[in-house]
């Protein structure tokens, strides 16, 4: 069975950044306690502040189509569906195989 993984760039209107964080945070703390959640972030980019990531693994799909089920999914969605979303990008990945990198050396 795949690991299944989601990268997700969300281009969210300024003024709303703030709104949009509260929300994610609260349905990042229910999320990652779903059976199957192997990871669930959400980051501000750094050199553009209103573009939030967000980074997902997950032990299969049907673990991520039952996390999309759950009632602070609901939520979340209700409490961000009037914050305009300027661009939205969605991945979704299927891994066979996970291993480990290490950072090359620093070199002179």
């Known amino acids: 069975m795949d690991t299944i993984a989601i990268s997700a760039r969300m281009e969210v209107t300024p003024q ?4 949009y964080l ?15 959640c192997r990871h669930y972030a959400f980051a501000q980019d750094i050199l553009a502040p ?21 009632p602070h999914i609901n939520t979340f969605l209700k409490r961000v569906a009037d914050i305009e979303l300027l661009d939205m990008t969605v991945r979704k990945y299927s891994i066979s195989a996970i291993d480990s990198i290490t950072p090359p050396p620093i070199r002179g």
């Open 16 to 19: 709303r950044v703030d709104d």
């Open 50 to 70: 209103n573009v939030i990531w967000i980074s997902e693994e997950w032990d299969s799909d049907e673990a991520l189509q039952q996390h999309f089920a759950t």
């Open 22 to 36: 509260a929300a994610a945070q609260e349905v990042m703390t229910h999320t990652r306690r779903e059976p199957g």
